[in-house]
């Protein structure tokens, strides 16, 4: 079934939704959120939560693209089990040092407000879409998806101190664009 079906399912408040959902865009999920999180069971608990979240939410969200949406969902549920299981921890591997790279660029606290929060997802799509396709795609895979530099750099057939200079890179065009569009940093 395709996902303008699926999404109608949920806006008609038809369990059934889930139950697609699940068989048509499980596999994907599981993907976001082990990037994030290294524990099977965590990842289980991050897509279940996917799927609460979603029937919470649409409606009255009606999203355009469902897996783009279940994974945004997904990774914002396997971040939340991060930080839970990191809060009393130092370190926290790859996914700490991701996030912290990103940190240096739209700032060490997450906007507290849901409206902040959107327009910096407004703005970081709009960056990308001036990125070139590999670019916005390493950097996706860095900081959306998690992934660890050497794996980015072996699909890429880069070595790794390059994919690192073009994050960072990526990373100061981004600070740049952020203010011109007049974000606080």
Known sequence: MNEEKIIELYLHRDEQAIHLSMEQYGAYCRT???????????VE???ADTWLKAWQ???????????LYLGRITRNAA???WRRNNAYSRGG??????????GDVVGKDSPETELDRREL????????????VRRRNIFLRR???MEEIPGIAQRYGLGENNVRMMLSRTRQRLKKYLKQEGYQL
Not at 32 to 42: E, K
Not at 93 to 102: I, K, P
Not at 121 to 132: C, H, S
């Open 32 to 42: 976001v959120a082990a990037g994030i999180l290294r524990d099977s069971a965590d």
């Open 45 to 47: 608990e991050a897509v």
């Open 57 to 67: 939410t649409i409606p009255p969200q009606h999203p355009k693209y469902l897996r």
């Open 79 to 81: 971040l939340s089990i």
């Open 93 to 102: 591997g790859e996914t700490a040092l991701a996030l912290e790279e990103l």
């Open 121 to 132: 997802e407004r703005i970081i799509t709009a960056f990308l879409k001036t990125e070139p």
């Open 143 to 145: 900081y959306f998806y």
